[in-house]
């Protein structure tokens, strides 16, 4: 299988001001991600999951090209995009590629555009189409997403939580892209709407060959719909591998306290340990230390002494953790 | 066990420019003295109106328009404003969805806990600020005396939520009102600010309504769990009944429609159709009725609320698991 995006060592830190004229000291920064590698091949769907403030929102940026990386790369296609600055990306080759949906719909389209408007707006700028082919795009784009034609005329606030939805995601599929970036396309929605959007979410991808990124909180979401789950704490990614597995198995102290807080219909595990307390400052954090370390309920002496390297635990599942030496 | 809390036949209108919306229709349900249940629905089911309606916080162009909510032996629905004023904060407290905002931003928290301390608490001036910092510690806040002076712009939502927990719990009341605490939360912070309010719970003997859309939380956190829908309280019953045997049609679509821990997406199923229009006076007297697929001709006619079986009532004509 070739891989369609790679990310090898990507990282982006945030000075916090600039370096003063004759001042030895560099600025602190914030590393908001920090040496990430990821695959996601032709087809596949990868969660990101992690608390907020973990860098998931960073990462989607950097994969979408809106912000540029601190190091490392990233291949699309086996083309080096991390090379283009992100404000000259908006005119790239691989613009139209890769595509995003956003969380809650309802914010993130333009409340002054109807439904056709936000769906042709791409379609027009990214690939000039005009007239009858623009909307003849348009109109493919919404019948695939199951959003009856009659509501194109519409404004957001006149359409339901769910029509939202499909118009945010109509309007990322129009350009025919082959990378989704979901960020949370479920968070706002109610259980009995949800479930259609996955599904459709499902069904389109079959349908067009898509790959996902599939950013989301919600850990029962991830597993229904992921292939491979990415873990993701404090910037690094402290454990990836098949979704299922990780569920099951997780081998990182993180992973297996974030789902053991996942809420389950079959009522509150008896054993479930908690995470107490906020993860450390992300403000140049002690580069031989475990980022987990203070907040893990498992931490010893030489997690505060030495940074555990992300090794493989089994076949394709990968964890960062002392305790699995 | 003694009712913490009973709302009977609870009806609220709103006046609006596109008519009147009866947001709620005869809602009943108890709690219990240190019992917690879930209000449960999607949203524009009433779940909040219900909470506002209780804690007399209704905006103007809502209005009360039948029922009673006795608090021991005082109606709630009838007391006046200064009576009211008197319960809120000291025998009823509510904690608010998006903790953040519920916060006055520009004051410190340990002043905002004073107050409540200083109204309710039976706290002096002297020792309001002892008493403020004694509560923060108390909801597992870390260096309490520091973070007294801080604006909550200054703490993270799970610290907020902690705040919030702390006036709320300022004077010991009778019953908690916890309306979506843990909505924007992480997971993680979410476990612990539940812990937290179980905690509280279990010291002070308090009754706890907590007010989610996540079934699955309910499932976790309640003894009970009351499912509304479009303004009707639609089906109670413990939280274990409920969830393996439900009898209400609805109640059995929104649990096949939460994603569960086995299971996968081809399992789950949509509940199909949406809310129906609450303006005017043509509301079918069901109003699941048009969604559902058990409907016969009676369902337009009454509710037909019902206690099924002992400790669990619906609202329905053609129940599940009843030969019909």
Same mark, same amino acid.
């Given at each position: 299988m070739t891989p369609l995006l790679e990310l090898d060592a990507v990282s982006k830190r945030f000075p916090l001001g600039r370096r003063r004229l004759f001042a030895k000291a560099l600025p602190p920064e914030v590393h908001a991600v920090s040496e990430v590698s990821l695959t996601v091949h032709a087809g596949e769907t990868v969660g990101l999951v992690g608390e907020s403030g973990c860098g998931k929102s960073t990462l989607v940026r950097l994969i979408t090209r809106l912000l540029d990386t601190t190091e490392g790369t990233i291949w699309f296609d086996r083309r080096e995009i991390s090379g283009v600055p992100a404000r000259f990306f908006a005119r790239d080759t691989n613009r139209a590629d890769i595509q995003m949906v956003f969380q809650d719909a309802g914010e993130s389209i333009n409340p002054r555009f109807t439904a056709a408007d936000a769906i042709a707006d791409p379609l027009r700028k990214l690939l000039g189409l005009r007239g009858a082919a623009l909307q003849a795009r348009v109109e493919e784009a919404a019948t695939q997403c199951g959003l009856p034609l009659a509501l194109l005329g519409r404004y957001p606030h006149q359409l339901s939580g769910g029509q939202r939805a499909r118009v945010g995601i109509a309007r990322a599929i129009g350009t025919h892209p082959r990378l989704l970036v979901l960020d949370e396309p479920t968070a706002a929605l109610d259980v009995s709407v949800?479930?259609?959007?996955?599904?459709?979410?499902?069904?389109?991808?079959?349908?067009?060959?898509?790959? $996902?990124?599939?950013?989301?909180? /919600?850990?029962?979401?991830?597993?229904?719909?992921? /292939?491979?789950?990415?873990?993701?704490?404090?910037?690094?990614?402290?454990?990836?591998?098949?979704?299922?597995?990780?569920? /099951?198995?997780?081998?990182?102290? $993180?992973?297996?306290?974030?789902?053991a807080a996942v809420p389950r219909l079959e009522g509150a595990r008896p054993e479930a340990p908690r995470l107490v307390g906020d993860p450390r400052s992300p403000i140049d954090p002690d580069p031989n230390a475990c980022r987990f370390h203070g907040r893990c309920p498992v931490g010893f002496d030489r997690c505060g002494t030495a940074m555990p390297a992300l090794r493989e635990v089994a076949p394709g599942h990968l964890a960062a953790c002392h305790l699995n030496d | 066990m003694s009712d913490a809390l009973s709302v009977?036949?609870?009806?609220?209108?709103?006046?609006? %420019?596109?008519?009147?919306?009866?947001a709620l229709d005869r809602v009943s349900f108890t709690v219990g003295a240190g019992e917690t249940l879930a209000l449960v629905g999607e949203s524009g089911s009433g779940k909040s109106v219900t909470a506002y309606a209780i804690m007399g916080l209704l905006e103007a162009a809502g209005q009360v328009t039948s029922g009673r909510a006795l608090l021991g032996e005082t109606d709630l629905l009838a007391a006046s404003p200064a009576s009211l004023a008197r319960i809120r904060g000291k025998r009823v407290a509510m904690i608010f969805q998006n903790p953040r905002t519920a916060l006055n931003p520009i004051r410190p928290v340990g002043t905002q806990i004073a107050d409540v301390m200083r109204r309710h608490g039976g706290a002096t001036w002297f020792n309001a600020r002892a008493r403020a910092i004694e509560a923060l510690r108390a909801v597992g806040i870390p260096d309490p005396a520091r973070r007294t002076r801080a604006y909550p712009f200054e703490l993270s939502g799970g610290m907020c939520q902690r705040v919030m927990i702390a006036i709320a719990m300022a004077a010991r009341p009778d019953l908690l009102i916890a309306d979506e605490?843990?909505?924007?939360?992480?997971?993680?912070?979410?476990?612990?600010v539940m812990d937290l309010i179980a905690e509280m719970a279990a010291q002070t003997g308090m009754a706890t309504i907590l007010i989610t859309h996540d079934l699955a939380l309910a499932a976790e956190r309640a003894r009970r769990i009351a499912v509304m829908h479009a303004g009707h309280v639609v089906?109670?019953?413990e939280t274990a009944?409920?969830?393996? %045997?439900?009898?209400?049609?609805?109640?059995? %679509?929104?649990?096949?429609?939460?994603?569960?821990?086995?299971?996968?997406l081809e399992e789950l199923q949509s509940v199909p159709g949406a809310l129906p229009d609450l303006r005017g006076a043509a509301i079918p007297a069901c109003r699941y009725a048009a969604r559902c697929d058990r409907r016969q001709a009676d369902c337009g006619e009454t509710l037909h609320p019902h206690e099924a079986e002992p400790g669990h009532s619906i609202a329905c004509h053609h129940p599940l698991g009843v030969a019909a």
């Open positions: 949800q479930v259609t959007v996955l599904k459709l979410l499902q069904q389109l991808k079959a349908e067009l060959g898509l790959s $996902y990124i599939f950013v989301s909180h /919600d850990l029962n979401v991830v597993r229904l719909l992921c /292939d491979r789950v990415v873990v993701m704490y404090l910037g690094r990614v402290v454990e990836s591998g098949p979704a299922q597995q990780v569920f /099951d198995a997780p081998r990182h102290p $993180y992973t297996k306290s974030l789902i | 009977q036949d609870l009806s609220v209108a709103f006046h609006t %420019r596109a008519g009147v919306v009866h605490p843990t909505t924007g939360l992480d997971v993680t912070t979410q476990a612990v089906e109670v019953a009944t409920l969830l393996a %045997r439900p009898m209400h049609p609805y109640s059995a %679509r929104l649990i096949a429609a939460t994603p569960t821990a086995a299971g996968t």
